[in-house]
């Protein structure tokens, strides 16, 4: 009964492999430390506690962060384009809860749940950040 439990244990091990063929394509992004603390009293966010509206605030994580309000929640993307080598073309523009990418392709992603959107069905989502509520001010961070 051991020897079928370490057999077993064996297997499904050596069946997990950290070089999946999704991550090996999604190789673009720094892990950068982010920690953003923003003020919801400040005028450049008034439009973020309504739902369905997005701001970008640039100089943090690869290009930039942004963040979406679903209503319910906060969520902070990276404003980089996770299936681009960063280059000019290749930050986000939020509009409501999508963001596209300036290149010619013009990547869509949600900003609730991160996946591209249309026909395409790119590898690489989003990259997600951690957001607090404490009060008015939001922190964002990994």
Not at 127 to 134: A, G, S, T
């Amino acid at each position: 009964m051991k020897s079928v439990s370490c057999l077993i244990a064996l297997i499904i091990l050596s069946s997990c492999s950290k070089n999946s063929p999704n991550n090996e394509n999604c190789k673009f992004l720094l892990d950068l430390g982010v920690n953003v603390n923003i003020n919801l009293s400040l005028p450049q966010y008034s439009q973020l506690p309504f739902a369905g509206n997005s701001v970008y605030i640039p100089n943090a994580g690869n290009a930039g962060i942004i963040v979406a309000s679903t209503g319910a929640d906060f969520l902070a993307w990276d404003a980089s384009d996770p299936n681009h080598a960063p280059n000019a073309c290749s930050a986000l523009t939020p509009t409501g809860l999508e963001g596209t990418c300036g290149c010619e392709d013009k990547n869509k992603y949600s900003l609730v749940t991160g996946q591209s959107l249309g026909s395409n069905n790119l590898p690489c989502s989003l990259k997600n950040y951690r957001v607090e509520k404490n009060g008015n001010n939001l922190l964002i961070f990994n």
